[in-house]
Structures are given as structure tokens and as C-alpha cells.
């Protein structure tokens, strides 16, 4: 049996009470923490031994209502699931506790979720099914199409990828991480006839999956092995496979990756960028940074274009591997 | 005298157009060092995770040819950007962990000759040196110490995350939450790692052009970070993140409302300084913001 030890950690804690605070503000409270201790633990005698006005949500205390979601030095967790121990091991005895957002914090570590909710529910998430209104037999799903819902269907609703985002934070429209893998879960889903519907939705400018910055917090912070960018990344292909692709700067940035690489191999940087964007707007977009690359020498001329050895062989490739067309 | 180390080089896209002073500095370090690359001359583009949109099939068969040239070699392959290196490992972890998949992608590959079999390991070259070279080897190499710069690590995502994945690729494991290979290797060169929000955070490179003003916004966030850090420079190992932070700080200061910009390095760059190369050998006159410090 492992013996049980015990240190003094810090705790910053974020309080704010929108009804009576201007600003936010950090408590510093020390405690001695255990090894057997989790974050919701610490939630808890917060509340119970320091201040009993301290306010956080939880219920199931066993990672599975994904209310307890919070972050500690920026890094999200389920505060029933998360050990004090790994934390104190990767950060030190000095810890933060701050909500999910601080810019809708309600009170201390309660956020409003409201956006989270609406985006959630702006994807369809649920089964759009044209069947039979008197079906002679059951709708049956195999244990090989239940797995190509990849473990989407594992999310919790916590928030965590949602609010660990870094475009959540920027663009208002942008669906998110776990709308976008819950539009998965039911594009994947055998019995929904919604799939074209829901591409739509998700395939919007600004709104949909191009804004994704491919920076895989969303993967990194899932408590529940969700794996959103991989979902990201499926529904883009569905929007391809599906023929709902729209001819725009996004899509022909996709795209043109192929040509490149069909032409060269490598990648031409310069006509990528032309091609995503038409010359023109090119030109305005980007002409500025554009002349400042060349002038040090960071542009190369079409003529001067590196190519891959054995190019015949890549040709070849995209020839017999290509899955789609656009 | 130890075994030579000798890798299979991916130099990617952008280091042979974009950013040669990477490709340039990434060749006098390995000469400092007596490190062995051999450039992968056959590789494509790894698809940066854009072709991977598209077609993803396609992708994993373009990325196994490129690891099939470093396994015919008989050698580790070693990346210089961080992009390269999540789709290539990524690749190798996919085919490594499904037959069905492996036999699809080497039918098409059987096409033109080649096999992937998943005998190379796949590194970055930051990792390669911390791992196989050693931080105390490189200490010891040290001329001059970079002990008068405060110097901000930014680590890049697609080094990091999925850390599940990265850390399969490298011995020592870093945490997305707190990495610290990068503040490692600036503290073996003698400079003074500065500690800041935004080193483990996105730069925005990849929505670039489709997503302008969120990436503008990441990128001041960042060059904001290690300004307010007192940081003198920032280093970075991906070419696309220096891309972002180096060009685009016109872009970048108008979204985020200040004036942000400094001099920004490639990880080999920063080697390359501490080892006491020259200037122009690791192309630091091919910067936007400009080099002022040397």
C-alpha cells in the first residue's frame, strides 16, 4: 500500500460575484493537501473551512455530468477526476483555480455556458431520420458502425475543449470542438438521414470547421478521450465526400495542396496562396508582407522552384490514391 | 569516439522556400555538432494537416513514401518543423496500429515499388538533440553563452499536442501543459528562459488565409506575451510559427491594438549563435523583423 503524504500547497483562487464586484479578484489560501486528494476535494474545504460564499458547480463526483469542469494554471480539468498529485508534480506547490472562461465567470467558478448550449444545439444533435411511420422491422446498428462513431459519443458536455479553444476566445460565430464532434457522432451515425444538413451548417464561414486553428487543445484537455480535431478533420472530409464543399479561399487552400504536390512535390508556397485567394486579392491581401518577404529573400520564383526527386512516383500516387475530387 | 549520429533529414516545404535561413542554420549546426543529414531528397509535402481535409487516404499514402526513403536508409527521419513532424507521426502511428489500414496504404505504394514497413523512428530535430546528442554535450560546445538575453521559448502546437502521440516519438517526455524541452536548451546555451502565458499556445499559421483576423489575434497574443515577458528575442523549432511571428506583425499589432514585434529565432539558429557560428551561415539576414542584437 502506498503511504500517504501530505504538502503545503498556495492556491490562487479566482473569486467575482457579477451581482456585487466590479472586477475579479485572487485569494490566496494555503492548505495542506494530501496525496489522495482530488481538485473538487480542495473545491470543497474551500467552501467548508475558508469561506462558505466560495460557489462552484458539481454533482455526479465521479467524471461523468462534466459540471466540475474548471482550470487550474490553464490547464482544464474535471475537478472530481483530476489528482492534486499530478498537478502539484507538473506545476509546482503554487496553483491557480480559475473558471473555465474569466470573461463569463458568474460567480467564482461558475461560468455562464449559454454559448456553449446554443452552439451545441445549432448543429442538430440528434437523429434526423426519414423511417416509416408504422416499421415492420427494428432499425438495427452493427457493432463495426457503432465503432465509427469513434468514440464520439463518450462526450460529457463538460466544456472543456469549448472553453480551451483559443478561437472560441476570438470568434463569436465559431461552433466549436465539441459541437462539431457531436455533428460527427450523428453524421456517423447510420440511422440519421440529417448528414447534408448538418454539413451545411458546419461548412459556414467564419461559423464552421475552416476557422479551426489546428492547434489540438481540443484533443489534449478531453477528459473523456473525445478527440475532437479528429472529428474536425471528418467532417471536412465529409463535406468533400458529401459534394457540399463551397468554391471559397478555404476550401481551394485544401485543394491546392494536391495540385502543389502533384506538380512539384513540395508545396509552392507563393501560387498556394494565389490559388486559395484569386490574384487579385492576393495581391491586396498580402502583396505588403509579401514584397517585405522578397526583399530578404524569402521568396522563391516559379522558375526556381525546388522539386522532389522521383516526382514521377508521386504522380503516380495521386493518380491511384485520390479518394475525391473537388 | 561514439557512433556518428546520422538521421534522414525532412526538411519539408517551407525551410527550402520560406525560411532558408532554417535550412541554412539547421546544416551549421549538424556541421558544429558532427551530426550527419542526409536530406530525404524524394519526400513530398506532408500535407501540413490541409491536404489531410481533402483527402485523407491520399495524405497517409504521400506521408509513408517519405518515411519508406529514411527506412530504406536505415535511418531515424528527423523533421524541422513541427507540422511535419504531427503529420508524419501521426502517419506512422495510424499504420503502425492498423493492419488493415498499413495493407491499403502499401498496396498503392507496391504501385510504384516501395513498402512501408514502420522501421524508422520519427523525430524532431529539437528532440534529436536533447535525446541523442545530450544538453551536457552541447553545454560543453558552448563559446559563446547567450547569458545576456532574455530569451522567450515558443514551443508550436503541433510539437506538443497530441502529447500522447509526441511522446511516443521522443525519450523525454514533455507535458502540453508545461513543456520544457525548448526552456532547456536555452538555459544549456546559457541564456535566460523567460516564462510566459502564451509559449505553449497557437500562433495561428494554419487559418491564415481563411480565418485572417483570428490568426492576427494569436499571433499579437503571443508576440504581446514575451514583450510584457521582458523577453529580448523569442526562439522557436517550427518554421511556420516563425513564419507568423516574424512577418506578420503588421497584421498582428492592428488586431491586438500595440505595437508588437521582435526579433524572432529558429531553435537552430539560437544553437548556432551559442556554438559561435557565423551570422551570415545561419541567415539571419533573411528575417523581417530584424536581427538587431547580433
Known amino acids: ?69 474548471i482550470k487550474v494554471n490553464g490547464k482544464g480539468v474535471l475537478a472530481c477526476k483530476e489528482r492534486m498529485n499530478d498537478l502539484i508534480e507538473l506545476f509546482g506547490t503554487e496553483l491557480t483555480l480559475e473558471p473555465l472562461s474569466i470573461k463569463r465567470a458568474v460567480k467564482d467558478m461558475i461560468i455562464d455556458k449559454e454559448d456553449f448550449w446554443v452552439k451545441h444545439e445549432a448543429i442538430e444533435p440528434y437523429l434526423i431520420s426519414h423511417i416509416e411511420e408504422h416499421p415492420e422491422m427494428e432499425c438495427a446498428v452493427t457493432p463495426a458502425q457503432a465503432e465509427a462513431l469513434l468514440d464520439s459519443d463518450y462526450c460529457i458536455q463538460c466544456g472543456l475543449c469549448h472553453y480551451s479553444c483559443p478561437v472560441i ?22 440511422r440519421d438521414d440529417g448528414i447534408d444538413e448538418r454539413l451545411d451548417i458546419i461548412n459556414a464561414p467564419s461559423a ?23 472529428k474536425i478533420t471528418k467532417l471536412h472530409n465529409q463535406i468533400f465526400e458529401h459534394g457540399r464543399a463551397i468554391n471559397n479561399v478555404a476550401t481551394r487552400h485544401a485543394v491546392g495542396f494536391a495540385h502543389s504536390i502533384k506538380k512539384h512535390g513540395l508545396l509552392d508556397e507563393a501560387e498556394l496562396v494565389r490559388y486559395s485567394e484569386g490574384t487579385l486579392p492576393m495581391l491586396m491581401k498580402h502583396g505588403k508582407v509579401g514584397f517585405k518577404m522578397f526583399k530578404v529573400g524569402k521568396v522563391v520564383m516559379p522558375w526556381n522552384m525546388p522539386k522532389s526527386d522521383k516526382l514521377d512516383e508521386v504522380k503516380a500516387l495521386i493518380k491511384s490514391s485520390s479518394t475525391v475530387k473537388f | 569516439m561514439e557512433k556518428k549520429l546520422t538521421y534522414a533529414l525532412f526538411t519539408g516545404c517551407t525551410a527550402k522556400e520560406s525560411t532558408p535561413e532554417q535550412l541554412m542554420s539547421t546544416y551549421a549546426v549538424a556541421k558544429k555538432l558532427g551530426i550527419e543529414l542526409v536530406e530525404l531528397s524524394e519526400a513530398t509535402c506532408c500535407g501540413a494537416s490541409h491536404l489531410q481535409d481533402y483527402d485523407d487516404f491520399l495524405s497517409l499514402v504521400l506521408n509513408a513514401r517519405n518515411i519508406c526513403y529514411a527506412e530504406s536508409r536505415g535511418m531515424t527521419m528527423v523533421t524541422i518543423c513541427n507540422t511535419c513532424q504531427l503529420n508524419t507521426a501521426m502517419t506512422k502511428h495510424r499504420l503502425d496500429s492498423d493492419p488493415e489500414l498499413k495493407a491499403r496504404v502499401n498496396e498503392k505504394l507496391a504501385e510504384v515499388g516501395l513498402e512501408y514497413k514502420g522501421t524508422s523512428k520519427i523525430t524532431h530535430f529539437l528532440y534529436a538533440l536533447i535525446d541523442d546528442f545530450g544538453l551536457e554535450t552541447i553545454k560543453e560546445k558552448v563559446v559563446t553563452p547567450l547569458s545576456q538575453f532574455n530569451i522567450a521559448p515558443f514551443y508550436g502546437c503541433h510539437n506538443i499536442r497530441p502529447s500522447e502521440l509526441q511522446n511516443e516519438t521522443h525519450d523525454s517526455a514533455e507535458n502540453a501543459y508545461n513543456p520544457n524541452s525548448l526552456d532547456e536548451l536555452i538555459i544549456a546555451l546559457g541564456g535566460v528562459n523567460v516564462d510566459y502565458e502564451e509559449k505553449n499556445k497557437c500562433c495561428g499559421f494554419h487559418a491564415e488565409l481563411q480565418a485572417p483576423h483570428t490568426a492576427a489575434v494569436l499571433t499579437g497574443k503571443a508576440l504581446m506575451g514575451a514583450m510584457d515577458a521582458n523577453a529580448d528575442w523569442m526562439v522557436t523549432p517550427c518554421p511556420l510559427c516563425h513564419l507568423k511571428l516574424d512577418t506578420q506583425y503588421e497584421h498582428a499589432s492592428h488586431a491586438v491594438g500595440r505595437d508588437v514585434k521582435m526579433p524572432v529565432l529558429h531553435m537552430q539558429q539560437m544553437v548556432g549563435l ?21
Open chain 1, 1 to 69: 500500500m502506498t503511504t500517504i503524504t501530505t504538502q503545503t500547497i498556495t492556491f490562487n483562487v479566482f473569486r467575482f460575484n457579477s451581482e456585487t464586484d466590479y472586477l475579479p479578484y485572487y485569494k490566496k489560501v494555503e492548505m495542506e493537501v494530501t496525496s489522495e486528494e482530488v481538485v473538487l476535494d480542495i473545491l470543497n474545504r474551500i467552501k467548508w473551512e475558508v469561506d462558505g460564499s466560495f460557489s462552484y458547480r458539481r454533482s455526479c463526483r465521479h467524471g461523468i455530468c462534466g459540471a466540475c469542469a
Open chain 1, 169 to 190: 476566445e476570438i470568434n463569436d460565430d465559431f461552433i466549436g470542438p465539441a459541437a462539431f464532434a457531436k455533428a460527427y457522432r450523428f453524421n456517423a451515425d447510420v
Open chain 1, 208 to 230: 464552421g470547421v475552416w476557422d479551426c486553428v489546428k492547434c489540438f487543445e481540443c484533443a489534449e484537455v478531453c477528459p473523456k478521450e473525445v478527440n475532437p480535431i479528429e
Open chain 2, 274 to 294: 551559442a556554438l559561435g557560428c557565423a551570422p551570415s551561415e545561419l541567415g539571419l539576414q533573411h528575417h523581417v523583423s530584424k536581427v538587431n542584437f547580433v
